[in-house]
């Protein structure tokens, strides 16, 4: 059974910066390509960036394009979010997602197998 562990959120002031991790089990890792999402007051789930099982290819939403870097370590299981200049419209909660087969690219939910439990994430002005 596939199973997503976030850690990394918490509360922080405009322009700061947060570094979310996800770590995997149930699966092997270094196949599957990887994400994350997050999720505003009100709004949507929306992707926000997402790599490739062998690191080496990135997406990005505009919005977070040139600031939230994605990374993965393959020895431990573990991609991470490094989240900088943080803005107010970046309070949500953010969810790691795997792809729901191990060559889909999961950077629309459709394309996600699994989620794991949520960090949340939230910038004050």
């Known amino acids: 059974q596939v199973q997503l562990v976030e850690s990394g959120g918490g509360l922080v002031q405009a322009g700061a910066s947060l570094r979310l991790s996800c770590t995997a089990s149930?699966?092997?890792?270094?196949?599957?390509?990887m994400g994350w999402f997050r999720q505003a007051p009100g709004k949507e789930r929306a992707f926000v960036a997402a790599?490739?099982?062998?690191?080496?290819?990135?997406k990005y939403a505009d919005s977070v394009k040139g600031r939230f870097p994605i990374s993965r370590d393959n020895a431990k299981n573990t991609i991470y979010l490094q989240m900088n200049s943080l803005k107010p419209e970046d309070t949500a909660v953010y969810y790691c997602?795997?792809?729901?087969?191990?060559?889909?690219?999961?950077?629309?939910?459709?394309?996600?197998?699994?989620w794991g439990q949520g960090t949340q994430v939230t910038v004050s002005s």
């Open positions: 997602a795997v792809g729901l087969r191990a060559d889909w690219f999961p950077d629309t939910e459709a394309k996600v197998g699994s």
């Open positions: 790599i490739s099982a062998t690191g080496i290819t990135k």
């Open positions: 149930g699966i092997t890792f270094s196949r599957y390509h």
